[in-house]
């Protein structure tokens, strides 16, 4: 799993709490909540139509950015999951065969994308592919266990990143609401100040 921290608490103050839950960074891998302008004219009262706008907006962005990221690494957990588990399975078969003591078994192995090559096997061990260019040879039982471990940790990953998918939804439809009512509120401020000005003529 990818580590990510988003956002520091020094950036999370520049912000205001008026605009995020600063208490809610240790969550969410440092995503803060967006806060719900329960009183709109308070917040524009307090901080002008122009400065909410931006500070919403540029929060806006980094929720997309950071949405963008857990997207990547769902895409990749949910194709690195099927490997892993095509990968026990073939544990479990060649192991199978070793116990019920075939010395030898035939199998596809897949060369690329829906192109496959028939193989006699005789294995005692199995490589497993490690990353950076590194692959180590174990015994069947130490693979499955690995493999195992390797599934149960990505598979808690993906648990995770839809968590914090689903949360960052949360956070651009508040983001969006949010400026929407800004907006509108500007716009309601804007009529009241040209009626009397309409009437005066």
Known sequence: GEALVAMSSA???????????LSSLEKHHGIPEAVFFTDVASAVAKHGVQTCLEKL???????KFWESKFVRSR????????EIRRAIDAVVVLESKQAAGSSSCELNFELADQLF????????????????????????????????????????SLADIER??????????VCEVNMTRVYN??????????????SAK
């Open 11 to 21: 950036d999370a103050n520049a912000i205001g709490e008026d605009f995020v839950v």
């Open 57 to 63: 907006n540029g929060l806006y962005s980094k929720y």
């Open 75 to 82: 895409t990749a957990l949910l194709q690195k999951i099927p």
């Open 117 to 156: 090559a028939r193989a006699k096997v005789e294995a005692k061990n199995v490589c497993i592919w490690l990353g950076a260019n590194v692959m180590v040879e174990y015994p069947f039982g130490e693979a499955k266990g690995l493999l195992q471990k390797n599934l149960t940790t990505a598979e808690k």
């Open 164 to 173: 914090d998918l689903a949360f960052l939804r949360d956070q651009v439809n």
């Open 185 to 198: 509120h500007d716009i309601v401020l804007r009529r009241k100040a040209s009626k009397p000005a309409a």
